[in-house]
DNA sequence: CTAGACCTTGACGTTGACGTAAAGGTTAGC
DNA sequence: GCTAACCTTTACGTCAACGTCAAGGTCTAG
């Protein structure tokens, strides 16, 4: 994929994480580098961190939110705008996980969490909904799918399957068309 | 709804079908007029007719058509250029309803129907691809829920939820965060 | 310490999907 | 046959979501 003098290890696995830097982070994702600033730009997430240069460093929740972003893109069609709304200040909480994982007390911990399944929560429902959408679609498509059936045999077994007038000013009541 | 002065009938119900002008399929689809003429310019479709005055007409299909263009674009979310796809060549065989209709013969007409049915079933299996997408990222959200609630139940019972090295590094395998 | 690949922040260009205004015909009720 | 409401085409404007330079700094293997 990539040529020879490019890919080399460079950093060694710490014991910290392993931050990628963006191009990889793209050839990860299947974003482009632009894209995946432009999400920063609009407020859709926050690399994990920066070098001393100002390179952009990214974590593997970082990864994982990046990919959620296109699948909510590219799978469920979604705006930058509405899914900045589902992911809302995700982007912040996520950021507060050191803290989360250190010091703070029970309850807030608590509350951390008590909030983000609200988000979650909100996240399945809105998918769910476009889900239930999309079955109405199928079913419809299912439907049209069926009508051709029935005029497929009345061609075939000499039937009509729509008796009703004997001309053919639309028999039932609707769209009653044989080409779709 | 409307105001008194414009909501005429108009046309007299006529034994042919009732067209309808622009303005009334916006308000009936939920379209602007914009983009009515700009899916006609794209070739999502073409009116069932013009007036002497070149007048746009739109018929009962047209109106099932423009729905299912808006659903298309809506709900599961693709470009005008992928929805040309869907319906492809559809804009002309549906157009040649009329000869349909009236004279060609059997085996024409099964050919009509068969090539209908095979773009049906190819919009179906669009349709129900992305749906499966959908639905795998209800599950990883669902999946995101649990892990939530495995949390919350640590923080309650005091028991830890994903036992492994004592401290935090990543116990399991990938992507282990609270909050998400 | 240097070269080459990688990164940064602008900033302007592009494409899709329309919005909106202009200038002028069309229809239908009166 | 006049007028108000509707329509036509043409054309420029807009917004989102990036693409694509340009000018310059960074990182790391050699």
């Known amino acids: 994929m990539t040529d020879a003098t490019a890919s080399t290890p460079i950093l060694p696995p710490a014991g910290t994480e392993r931050l990628l830097r963006i191009q990889e982070v793209a050839a990860e994702t299947g974003l482009t580098t632009r894209a995946i600033r432009y999400y920063e730009e609009m407020g859709l997430l926050e690399p994990a961190a920066r070098s001393d240069g100002a390179y952009r460093l990214f974590d593997a929740s970082d990864l994982e939110r990046l990919r959620f972003i296109r699948s909510l ?3 469920a069609g979604f705006s930058l705008a509405q899914i900045g709304q589902l992911l809302e200040d ?3 909480r996520e950021r507060n996980r050191e803290r989360f994982r ?3 007390d029970l309850d807030e911990r608590r509350t951390l969490i008590v909030d983000a399944q609200a988000r979650v929560d ?3 429902a809105t998918l769910e909904e476009k889900a239930a959408r999309l079955t109405e679609m199928i079913d419809a498509a299912r439907g049209r799918r069926r009508h051709l059936d029935a005029h ?3 061609l075939d077994g000499g039937r009509d399957p729509h008796p009703g007038s004997g001309a053919h000013p639309h028999p039932g009541g609707e769209g009653t068309d044989p080409s779709r």
């Open 73 to 75: 893109r590219d799978d």
């Open 90 to 92: 995700d982007v912040a």
């Open 102 to 104: 250190s010091t703070t």
């Open 122 to 124: 909100r996240q399945i």
């Open 152 to 154: 497929m045999a009345e």
